[in-house]
């Protein structure tokens, strides 16, 4: 396979040998052109996992560990981002009180935290629910994101959060609190043109040429959920290299933009060192 000229990272996929196409999946993105992965952790019941401590997320960060490794023998880089999906306060809730609940996630942050500390994983995952929750429940979770971002603090990594749509401009505020630069909050699934905070965008998202031109910082994501009940969701793991190709093909991106898109913004945001030696 001939060499790519520049690298092309997905900064938000999952990968499932088990409920989904795995290995193969992350086969495609690089023979699509993918150099580099940003590896999330699956919400725990996907994976049969079903908390009643913090300590039972282990289970998942180590399952996803066990898939960098093999996604790695294919030569993709591989970056785990490790967390607690926010969807988890509902169905923890569902077994145990609401305070209860909180204390779960927060003790699994501070697992993957200890994952982050070994070195086993380069950022944390976190956020509040996307969908409508009764007021309780949203301020139950925004207690969990404040953790995250404390101790994505501590451990001076950066934070991924998966929220809903629109800038979250409060969680400026919360990052602000807990010490963690802004630009090292990660909006997945984010929307450029208004949040303060970085947007990692979906690859197929129309306004990209022109966000390039504006010089605002970014990066791509697929949000590939590798769910064989759900083939394809959210866009398939070929995804981000086809689209940055298609861009550069079509004229509207230089390869000096697809350096910065996927290597300079990405070390920044990330402290990771990207190279396609």
Not at 149 to 154: K, M, P, S, V, W
Not at 164 to 174: L, N, R, S, W, Y
Request: proline share 7%.
């Amino acid at each position: 396979m001939k060499s790519p000229s520049f690298p092309i990272t997905d900064d938000h996929i999952h990968i499932d040998p088990v409920n989904g196409r795995g290995i193969e999946a992350a086969k495609d993105f690089f023979r699509a052109g993918g150099t580099h992965i940003f590896l999330v952790s699956k919400p725990s019941w996907s994976l049969g996992v079903h908390p009643s401590s913090g300590r039972d997320y282990a289970a998942v960060f180590d399952e996803t560990l066990r898939v960098a490794d093999l996604i790695r023998e294919t030569g993709i880089v591989v970056f785990p981002i490790l967390g607690v999906h926010p969807a988890e306060i509902n169905r923890l809730a569902e077994r145990m009180p609401l305070a209860d609940a909180v204390a779960v996630m927060k003790d699994g942050l501070e697992c993957a935290a200890c994952y982050v500390q070994e070195g086993k994983a380069v950022g944390l995952k976190s956020g509040r629910p996307h969908y409508e929750v009764p007021p309780e429940v949203l301020a139950a979770s925004n207690d969990v994101l404040e953790h995250a971002l404390l101790l994505a603090a501590e451990r001076r990594c950066a934070l991924q959060i998966h929220a809903e749509t629109g800038p979250c401009a409060d969680i400026v505020g919360m990052a602000q609190r807990a010490g963690v630069p802004v630009e090292r909050v990660v909006k997945h699934y984010g929307s450029v043109d208004t949040t303060p905070l970085h947007p990692s965008l979906i690859a197929k998202h129309e306004a990209i040429p022109q966000i390039v031109k504006k010089g605002r910082r970014f990066t791509m994501e697929s949000d590939y959920m590798d769910e064989n009940s759900r083939p394809g969701a959210v866009i398939g793991p070929k995804s981000v290299p086809r689209y940055t190709n298609k861009f550069l093909e079509a004229g509207v991106v230089t390869e000096e933009d697809c350096f910065r898109i996927h290597g300079e913004n990405i070390e920044k945001v990330y402290g990771v060192t990207i190279s396609i030696d």
